[in-house]
Nanobody, 118 residues
């Protein structure tokens, strides 16, 4: 089972920016819907953003206008560009493939931690 690999997290001050990346080694994600989720300490995992195979992005209301998702099919990498970060964006961020059945068979990765200080 292919495990997704997230990277790019870190610690920033409020108002700062980060760019997260996600790859699926050995797996072609070009036909998958790509999703980002996050889980803050003590809370349930929540959906943040997705991008369809035709490049249509969707965002949770809490991040719309601040986050941008992109899928580079040539490198099989999905990015989440985060700007105007807020302390409430602090969480472990995960990516996940979805859509076609084969896209649902990937495993959650270890995530990448984003910490935003006020």
């Amino acid at each position: 089972q292919v495990r997704l690999v997230e990277s790019g997290g870190g610690s920033v001050q409020a108002g700062g920016s980060l760019r997260l990346s996600c790859t699926a080694p050995g797996f072609t994600s070009s036909k998958c819907i790509m999703n980002w989720y996050r889980q803050a300490a003590g809370k349930q995992r929540e959906w943040v953003s997705s991008i369809t195979t035709s490049g249509v992005p969707n965002y949770a209301p809490s991040v719309k206008g601040r986050f941008t998702i992109a899928h580079d099919k040539a490198s099989d990498t999905v990015f989440l560009e985060m700007s105007s970060l807020k302390p409430e964006d602090t969480a472990m961020y995960y990516c996940k493939t979805g859509g076609l059945y084969v896209c649902t068979t990937t495993s959650w990765g270890q995530g990448t931690q984003v910490t935003v200080s006020s």
